[in-house]
């Protein structure tokens, strides 16, 4: 049935539910149409549900389809798979029913819906907001139609900016500005169900593929006005911002609305309702080297030691990890002859190749000994010839192509057959996707047991299921659109409180990826595995980050524009919920790259590291050609090396956010707008990113730009790179003009490599920055080193004298690095929380006592604190608990110091050391 919400104010209703309500209490309300013209409402509906779940959250269903289900009253609505369905909802604080000429008016908290009758129109108001906030209203009309199309009018503020909606690259191409206002988030053409991949054309040229991915989440924001709407179906959806009021035409028939004074509280409560991610391997925040696609463990470490093992060890890079593509398990990929290929394609068999990578279980140790952990590459299809084929066929397993049919076959006749003949893993199929953990993930992942009965014709070695274990730490999931489909298939599906059971392609395809990720996060907990789950994937829709993911971006094209156009889709994506998000670092279609680069690679790897959660060099590697991804072969050696050192040295800031994201659901990289949308200067602008609240970076994605433009928003930012270098930014906001992005560091600098390309990036005053200790030595994320030091377990807090009597604190969050114990809480987490203040012209900086506990978590450790002052500044006295330090007047004679000492960095720039301090104690630092 179709569907259109047009904007029009009349209603009343009939309730099916007591009006009463306590404290506290979720109300839920079914509004049939009653007196309505002959025929019925003028658009058709059934009917229009109500769950008041919060006094700032609406949930709503409407349908035109059936009469209401019983389950509404006794369940209330349905959710999908997209919802946290552990979210407790508080309940509305008041509620009242009213009715006046014809108009049924529900009050609960601080909204207030109005529902007439005759035409069944529902309008929605914030009375939480001065003056009331009309947040929208809708008509609903139905009509026959084939494809079960809906259609919702949206009000729209006067001067609106619209985010979120999920990952699409929007115009114009190339910049990381705008909203989504005035625009269009259009189905591919040729996919009529959601999700895709697709070739993206600028001005008939072709930029590569990009992503569409829909997270049916969106954001109106008129200065201090906001409301969001989460649009809770799981099937196509294509909105229209380009015309008044905005339109949204979908399938599915349920909805949220959530209103409150700001975007952090909106976030807030969407998080509230699609879940808080989980905490990432500690790995994931480091660097991944990647090609599409190394043959052979030998050809790994060929980057692999380069990167770590090169002839100046001043010149090694921390690497976390490294990525597999789709030869670690075989080859014989795009054949000509679809046949061959079917019979050969070792699609879907994720078995580690044993002419080409023999002995994964030693060779991934030793990556692990040069700091290295591993992430395999893996996809939905199996080919006809992969081991495990004909079992999956033989349980239905797979996606079939009716209910009594056998398994839909891809890649024949004229179709894509690049990777094979075969068919794809229905996750929606619950036992199946189980079965395909433990028969085929499993058997990778040190410590988990394979059942070798269960999993007979689907292991590499029957005789020895365990044979291929190794410290995989993520896996790559690819093609999950998915790519290839047949739109007549047949899925397991799922089925609606009220029985109503659900199984075509277009009931599934936009939760495909989400229950492909589920599926590996819950084999993990199934197995009792002691790590943490998380997948790389290049689509989803909203509640994918619930189960441990990061996305990418795609096959990204190699040009710095492309990079711009990507770091627009994360601003959108932060909303969503997405906090880690990376694109191919230097692009994926690197063969198609005209010049310069050097220069471009060194730019694009300078964004992602500040910006990339894992940040991962990547490209296609066609017949061992000569395009290189590291980055100590490509681009800048000592800027690269720069910019990967520096983000390293973030790492405990990046993970605490990490912990808050998953505590509070902050965002982790947020847009510049998201804490400052009063500011209009804020709004749309995408090419200024903040990390937590306190750092602010520009992107830097303008080729042969030596400098740009950045603007501050209200407050006093010191340059993170130049010390002492302050700027006080009114309530206007302050255009830092122009911003040199080039810097001169000689200490890092060689040869004719004199300066180093950077990011702009600002510091709030009165941040406090916990950070590890980062030199040639340092492994990776984890703190390993390459000798046997005390640095390994060093905090330095890097602390911003604040501009003003406040007190500003920041809790650094710490724990294994590597397993789910972060869960249990204290016992496996260990908090420190950090404070700074001004007292009679003394900077005072402490780290309290640590509180809770983790493996392995020092009971000493070093600390140390930059102190950066507004102002060149040399302190009469540095105490630290009250007792002098002694002054040194050289770096490597601080560094080296087994006493407390402290030393004059830079003119505004002073360091304190105190060795070996119990992390039990409070540890303060005065400089007077």
Not at 97 to 102: F, P, Q
Not at 650 to 661: E, G, I, M, V
Not at 677 to 682: C, F, M, P
Request: proline fraction near 5%; aromatic fraction near 14%.
């Amino acid at each position: 049935m179709k569907v259109f919400l047009l904007l029009v104010l009349l209603l009343e209703v009939l309730l099916l539910v007591d009006a009463g309500v306590h404290a506290g209490e979720v109300k839920r309300v079914v509004v049939n149409p009653v007196n309505a013209p002959s025929g019925g409402p003028s658009g058709g509906a059934r009917y229009v549900a109500f769950e008041f779940l919060e006094d700032n959250l609406l949930h709503v269903e409407v349908s035109g389809e059936r009469a209401p289900p019983a389950s509404l009253t006794s369940k209330g609505i349905y959710t999908t798979q997209m919802v946290d369905g552990l979210a407790a909802w508080n309940g509305v604080s008041s509620y009242s029913d009213t009715t006046s000429n014809n108009i049924r008016t529900f009050t609960a908290g601080s909204l207030r819906v109005d529902v007439n009758q005759a035409t069944l129109t529902v309008t929605v108001t914030d009375i939480g907001q001065s003056p009331n906030l009309l947040l929208t209203t809708y008509l609903l009309v139905f009509e026959p139609s084939a494809d079960r199309e809906n259609g919702t009018v949206l009000e729209e503020f006067a001067n609106v900016d619209v985010y979120g909606a999920g990952s699409h690259f929007k115009e114009p191409y190339g910049v990381a500005d705008g909203s989504w206002a005035g625009l269009q988030w259009r189905l591919v053409p040729g996919n009529p169900y959601g999700n895709a991949v697709f070739a993206l054309f600028e001005k008939n040229q072709w930029k590569g593929m990009s992503e569409m991915a829909s997270f049916p989440v969106v954001y109106f924001v008129d200065g201090a006005k906001n409301y969001a709407i989460f649009m809770d179906n799981v099937y196509r959806k294509e909105w229209y911002f380009d015309r008044q009021p905005f339109n949204c035409q979908m399938w599915g028939n349920t909805m949220r609305f959530f209103s409150g004074p700001d975007l952090p509280t909106l976030r807030t409560t969407y998080m509230k309702i699609v879940g808080h991610p989980l905490v990432p391997p500690k790995r994931m925040l480091g660097m991944w080297q990647s090609i599409f696609g190394y043959r052979s463990f030998d050809h790994a470490f060929t980057d692999l030691n380069n990167l770590t093992q090169p002839s100046n060890t001043f010149e090694r890079f921390p690497v976390d990890g490294m990525g597999f593509d789709i030869y670690w398990f075989g080859g014989n990929f795009y054949q000509d002859d679809p046949i061959s290929t079917a019979e050969t394609s070792t699609m879907g068999s994720l078995h580690w190749d044993k002419d080409t990578f023999p002995d994964p279980g030693n060779q991934v140790y030793q990556m692990t000994q040069k700091g290295a952990a591993a992430m395999v590459i893996s996809e939905s299809y199996v080919s006809k010839g992969a081991n495990g084929y004909g079992v999956m066929a033989s349980k239905n397993y797979l996606v079939r192509d009716c209910a009594t049919c056998g398994p839909t076959i891809l890649g024949e006749g004229t179709e894509d057959h690049w990777w094979g003949v075969g068919g794809m893993v229905d996750w929606s199929n619950q036992e199946g996707a189980d079965f395909w953990f433990d028969c085929k993930y499993c058997p990778l992942i040190a410590g988990c047991k394979v059942d070798g009965n269960r999993c007979s014709g689907m292991l590499f070695d029957q005789n020895n299921p365990q044979v291929q274990q190794s410290d995989i730490t993520a896996f790559w999931l690819d093609l999950g659109e998915p790519e290839m489909y047949h739109g007549y298939a047949y899925y397991s599906g799922y089925s609606e409180d009220d029985g109503t059971e659900y199984h075509e392609h277009g009931d599934v395809c936009n939760i495909y990826q989400l229950l492909w990720t589920k599926s590996i996060h819950d084999g993990f907990l199934r197995n009792n595995i002691d790590k943490r789950p998380w997948t790389l994937s290049r689509t989803g829709t909203s509640g994918l980050h619930r189960y441990g993911a990061s996305m990418w971006s795609g096959d990204i094209w190699p040009e710095l524009e492309a990079m711009s156009s990507s770091l627009g889709i994360q601003k959108d994506l932060s909303m969503c919920g997405i906090d880690y998000f990376g694109s191919d670092v230097g692009g994926f279609e690197r063969k198609f790259l005209e010049d310069n680069e050097d220069e471009k690679y060194t730019m694009w790897f300078a964004n992602s590291a500040w910006f990339d959660v894992p940040f991962r060099p990547h490209a296609w590697q066609p017949d061992f050609s000569d395009i290189e991804t590291a980055p100590s072969r490509v681009g800048r050696l000592t800027t690269n090396l720069f910019n990967s050192r520096n983000r390293y040295a973030l790492t405990p800031y990046y993970y605490s956010l990490a912990h808050r994201a998953n505590r509070y659901g902050e965002p982790v990289i947020p847009p510049l707008y998201y804490y400052y949308q009063k500011d209009s200067n804020t709004r749309g602008n995408g090419n200024v990113k903040m990390i937590g609240r306190d750092v602010l970076v520009g992107v830097s994605g303008v080729e042969d730009q030596f400098e740009r433009k950045v603007y501050l928003p209200q407050g006093t930012w010191y340059d993170f790179y130049r010390d002492s270098t302050v700027y006080r930014a009114g309530a206007d906001g302050f255009q830092v003009n122009p911003y040199m992005q080039y810097i001169n560091r000689p200490r890092y600098c060689s040869g004719t490599d004199t300066c180093l390309l950077v990011c702009p990036v600002f510091v709030r005053a009165g941040a406090l920055l916990p950070k590890m200790w980062v030199d040639e030595n340092t492994k990776n994320t984890l703190g390993e080193r390459w000798v046997n030091d005390q640095n390994s377990t060093t905090l330095i807090v890097r602390a911003y004298q604040p501009d003003g009597p406040q007190e500003n604190q920041f809790t650094v969050f710490e724990d294994d690095g590597e397993t789910n114990r972060y869960l249990q809480g204290d016992s496996a987490v260990q908090t420190t929380l950090l404070r700074s203040i001004m007292q009679s012209n003394m900077f005072n900086v402490t780290a309290e006592a640590s509180y809770g506990t983790y493996t392995n978590a020092p009971t000493k450790r070093d600390i140390i604190v930059e102190a950066v002052f507004l102002k060149p500044t040399t302190p009469g006295a540095v105490r630290f608990n009250n007792s002098p330090l002694m002054q040194v007047y050289d770096q490597d004679t601080f560094e080296g110091a087994r006493n407390g000492v402290w030393y004059q960095a830079a003119p505004g720039e002073v360091w304190a050391k105190a060795p070996s301090v119990a992390s039990s104690l409070n540890r303060s630092f005065s400089f007077a």
